[in-house]
């Protein structure tokens, strides 16, 4: 028998937000506003000397007064690094699903169900760029790392999801991916200082984790002032950065205007999605330097042929703007190489 909705909640205060823009748009800040930032550069090691923190990392040790724990699946394992009290951290798997955008408008809220006691459950949310995700679910694992999309998780996905939406099926589904949320004991966030001098944990942030992360810094800002550190008002020297121009987004008109200007604005370089190869380079200008990099911000790779067409010319935009050979192109940093030097064999 089919089981039709006769009622639903509304939850008007729901919102969706492009996390890639939000969070470029507060690093972009942070940058100008005198702070450095170090990526695919782990902490490996913690010591206190009485005053100072002195923090190992693959680039070399940075020394500093306070140090804030916000490690995600990892925030435990720092925590006991810089012996500032034990605590033991679960981890709770998300499968999620992109749709093809032939479904954009089939919903237009983000539609819940009853959520159970451990997840909000499976949603069918509209995201800001056009397609549908669908997910996720909710799987305790014993690695933080395993981060493995499974047939039993489709299935249970959509199942779920086409329940609340009848027409969803497998063959709309353009790509997978699965996130770790970080799960303490009680289930609750824990924010506040340790048994460490100096040294805060901001740890077990687990959903609504992204929604809360405004409210958690304001917290923050407030235990660092308490502990004494003198805070200066944000300078923000310079003019911010322009807005990312997304061609795909523009009127004609602009478009003509924008190949004009700029011959790049004329070459696409991801059919899928239409990014042309001068938002490309202004990505890597921006601080991209890997293919993720480049598809955060402008989509390339995104559409549903996932990189099929693009893959090979971002790769070759990241070599000859930041002057690399091929081989040392990654999908996401560390050593996620696409490919391989025939003469030199695999990087170091
Ligand atoms: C499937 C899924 C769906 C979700 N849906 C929502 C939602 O709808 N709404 C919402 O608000 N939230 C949602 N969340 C939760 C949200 O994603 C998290 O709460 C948020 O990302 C946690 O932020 P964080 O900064 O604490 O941890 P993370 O985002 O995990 O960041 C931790 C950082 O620490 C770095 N790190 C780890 N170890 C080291 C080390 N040794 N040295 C240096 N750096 C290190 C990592 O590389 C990472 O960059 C969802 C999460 C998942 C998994």
Do not use: D, K, L, S
């Given at each position: 028998m089919t089981r039709r909705a006769i009622a639903a909640a509304y939850a008007p205060t729901t919102g969706v937000i492009n996390p890639y823009e939000a969070c470029f748009g507060l690093a972009d800040s942070a940058a100008r506003n005198g702070v450095e930032i170090r990526t695919g550069c782990p902490v490996t090691g913690l010591r206190h000397d009485g005053d100072l923190w002195t923090i190992t990392t693959a680039d070399g040790p940075v020394v500093a007064r306070f140090v804030i724990n916000a490690a995600g699946v990892a925030a435990a394992l720092i925590a006991t690094m810089a012996g500032a009290g034990a605590y033991r951290m679960r981890f709770r798997k998300g499968e999620e699903y992109l749709l093809d955008k032939r479904l954009q408008g089939i919903v237009r809220h983000v539609i819940y169900p009853c959520p159970s006691p451990t997840s909000k459950g499976v949603l069918v949310i509209p995201t800001y760029d056009g397609t549908i995700m669908i997910g996720p679910t909710a799987d305790e694992v014993d690695d933080p790392a395993d981060l493995a999309t499974t047939v039993d998780g489709a299935t249970r996905i959509i199942a779920a999801a086409s329940r609340l939406v009848p027409g969803i099926s497998e063959r709309d589904v353009i790509a997978e991916f699965a996130g770790m949320r970080a799960v303490l004991d009680d289930e609750d966030f824990r924010i506040g200082s340790t048994a460490a001098p100096d040294f805060f944990d901001v740890a077990g942030i687990q959903s609504p984790g992204l929604t809360a992360a405004p409210a958690i810094a304001v917290m923050v800002v407030e235990l660092l002032r308490d502990a004494g550190l003198e805070l200066a008002e944000p300078v923000t020297p310079g003019a911010p950065l322009p807005p990312f121009v997304h061609f795909a987004d523009a009127p004609l008109a602009r478009q003509q205007e924008l190949a004009n200007s700029d011959p790049r604005y004329g070459h696409i370089v991801c059919r899928c999605e239409i990014v042309t190869e001068a938002e490309v380079c202004q990505a890597i200008a921006r601080g991209a330097a890997t293919l993720d990099g480049i598809k955060f911000r402008?989509?390339?790779?995104?559409?549903?042929?996932?990189?099929?067409?693009c893959t090979s010319r971002c790769m070759a935009l990241l070599a000859s703007e930041l002057a690399v050979p091929l081989a040392a192109v990654t999908k996401r940093g560390g050593d996620s190489w696409l490919v391989v030097d025939r003469d030199e064999g695999v990087l170091p």
């Open positions: 402008t989509r390339a790779g995104m559409g549903r042929c996932q990189g099929g067409f």
